[in-house]
């Protein structure tokens, strides 16, 4: 199965951009590549994904790199609010998804 | 707007019990799923159902077993439980497909096996 790389942890002060590395070297031509957040105590919500190009929402942007091997999520200004772990996954056809360990983000007021 | 909805929300058993956790979307979603999540841990999946009427293994399908009772509603099963399935379970929905479509979760059961 495909899988994902993440930092641990990372810190962020509000109000600044944020971010977000994830390394997908084995990723198929076919994957699609999904962001989802989970907050202390709650199920996972998704965020943001894509294929090739890059993606805006009103949550986020995902920067896909070129060769596909690594995403960027951003975070345009951090608020407190958006502290979480967030996760990159590789849907995968057959209409599954695994989840790695994900990036636990703290940000400082 | 309901969503996913999860019961119970929590539950306390004892070794060997047996339960079920439910678990229903009103979405008209195609594809449903069972993750656990352990302290300090991202979601393994245990199954999944692409479908009304098909169910595969995840990651972690030991000790589990599902039914996708209709197109709305996918349980999950504990026949003898053990410690080691003390976790959160979430249950999450998708419209299915290529896989360009999001997942809404529940808000999971906290489930200990004492």
């Known amino acids: 199965d495909a899988k994902t790389t993440q930092p641990n942890s990372m810190e962020s002060n509000e109000e600044e951009p944020v971010h977000l590395p994830c390394n997908h070297s084995?990723?198929?031509?076919?994957?699609?590549i999904h962001w989802y957040r989970q907050l202390p105590s709650q199920g996972p919500e998704y965020v943001i994904h894509?294929?090739?190009s890059n993606v805006n929402n009103r949550m986020a942007s995902l920067a896909i790199a070129e060769d596909r091997k690594s995403s960027t999520l951003i975070l345009h200004r951090a608020t407190l609010r958006d502290a979480a772990v967030y996760y990159c996954?590789?849907?995968?056809?057959?209409?599954?998804?695994?989840f790695g360990t994900g990036t636990s983000l703290t940000v400082i007021p | 707007n309901a969503g996913v909805t999860q019961t119970p929300k929590f539950q306390v058993l004892k070794t060997g019990q047996s339960m079920t956790l439910q678990c229903a979307q009103d979405?008209?979603?195609?594809?449903m799923y069972w993750y656990r999540q352990d302290p300090g841990m991202g979601l393994r999946l245990i199954y999944y159902?692409?479908?009304?009427?098909?169910?595969d293994k995840g990651e972690v399908p030991n000790g589990y077993n599902v039914s996708r009772l209709n197109k709305r509603e996918f349980s999950l099963r504990l026949e003898s439980a053990a410690p080691s399935q003390t976790s959160v379970y979430f249950c999450?929905?998708?419209?299915?497909?290529?896989?360009?479509?999001?997942?809404?979760f529940g808000q999971g059961t906290r489930l200990t096996v004492v």
């Open positions: 979405m008209n979603h195609n594809s």
């Open positions: 894509g294929l090739t």
């Open positions: 159902s692409a479908s009304e009427g098909t169910t």
């Open positions: 999450a929905s998708s419209a299915g497909g290529y896989g360009s479509t999001e997942a809404f």
């Open positions: 084995t990723i198929s031509g076919t994957d699609y």
């Open positions: 996954i590789l849907r995968l056809t057959g209409n599954q998804f695994y």
